[in-house]
């Protein structure tokens, strides 16, 4: 009988690397994936807004199938392989309610003996405890990933990549302005994926510490520090090209307006991990330095 995989729940943050762990997952010989990396299921659960995602995969069903006729080869298998994905992944959302067997069936087809499936959807570090306790059921070896970045420099990425996604004739103006709305929201008493110290929190009161990871990108983006994750993950180290981003993003400076303002509206996460973990990367250090100057 074939022993029951790892269930990794990488559930952030957003602009943290989710990404790239992904792609180095999915090419790992003890790791099974599949070709979605979002799958939104807790979300769904959650807020009951199945229809959304029913028409998203839908749509990206319709998508693939039309490129098909002009593929061939391995690009054909490779587009093949991802519809067959979306296929099974819509019919587990069209249960349109909670169905744990389902969900678990998806992530471990085809799975061969290899020790660890993932599901990798940054959106679960907005859900609240009740269900993060009811993802860890998923498996006997359920286990929670969760990545930070610098707060600052993970907001302004986010803020591009929003302002990118709109397609505007003026990038610059888009991701200014995008900025502004998440900043007037932190100061308003708001919170989202910049809350570090909420979703920590959560998971702290939800998961079992031996099935926590809360892990700084940087580290992960290191040989020494993506082997001790892959340690934790109870899969073999393997190599990686650590200098390559995954939808990084185009680049653009932040202005020192809204630099000095996201400094001010950042501090608390910036304080809260500073406790947790007082040996900070770098890339902390210099920016902490700001906020506290």
Not at 36 to 59: A, P, S
Not at 89 to 115: I, N
Request: aromatic content about 10%.
């Amino acid at each position: 009988m074939q022993q029951e995989p790892t269930f990794l729940m990488c559930v952030g943050a957003t602009k943290a690397g989710t990404s790239w762990l992904f792609d180095r997952l999915s090419a790992h010989e003890d790791c099974h994936l599949r070709t979605i990396k979002e799958l939104h299921y807790f979300d769904m659960l959650y807020r009951g807004n199945f229809d959304r995602y029913v028409e998203g995969f839908t749509r990206r069903a319709q998508g693939i199938e039309a490129e098909l006729p002009a593929l061939s080869g391995g690009r054909l298998r490779k587009f093949q392989r991802r519809l067959q994905d979306v296929t099974d992944w819509l019919a587990v959302v069209l249960k349109r309610g909670e169905d744990l067997a389902a969900y678990r069936a998806y992530l471990t087809q085809g799975l061969r003996g290899r020790r660890l499936v993932a599901d990798v959807t940054p959106g679960y570090a907005l859900l609240p405890e009740d269900s993060f306790r009811r993802m860890a059921t998923v498996g006997a070896d359920t286990r929670f990933l969760y990545l930070l970045r610098d707060p600052l420099a993970r907001l302004w990425s986010n803020a591009r990549m929003v302002a990118f996604r709109r397609r505007g004739a003026d990038y610059a103006a888009d991701c200014v302005q995008v900025m502004d709305q998440m900043l007037t929201r932190i100061e308003s008493g708001e919170t989202d994926r910049e809350d570090y110290a909420g979703t920590i929190t959560r998971l702290k009161a939800a998961v079992s510490p031996a099935r926590l990871l809360v892990m700084f990108q940087d580290e992960m983006l290191s040989r020494p520090g993506f082997a001790r994750l892959c340690d934790w993950l109870g899969i073999r180290p393997a190599d990686a090209d650590f200098d390559k981003r995954v939808l990084e993003g185009k680049p653009l400076p932040l202005p020192g307006e809204l630099r000095a303002r996201a400094l001010a509206a950042l501090r608390p996460q910036y304080d809260f991990v500073a406790r947790l973990f007082p040996a900070l990367p770098e890339s902390w250090r210099k920016t902490l330095n700001e906020v506290h100057a």
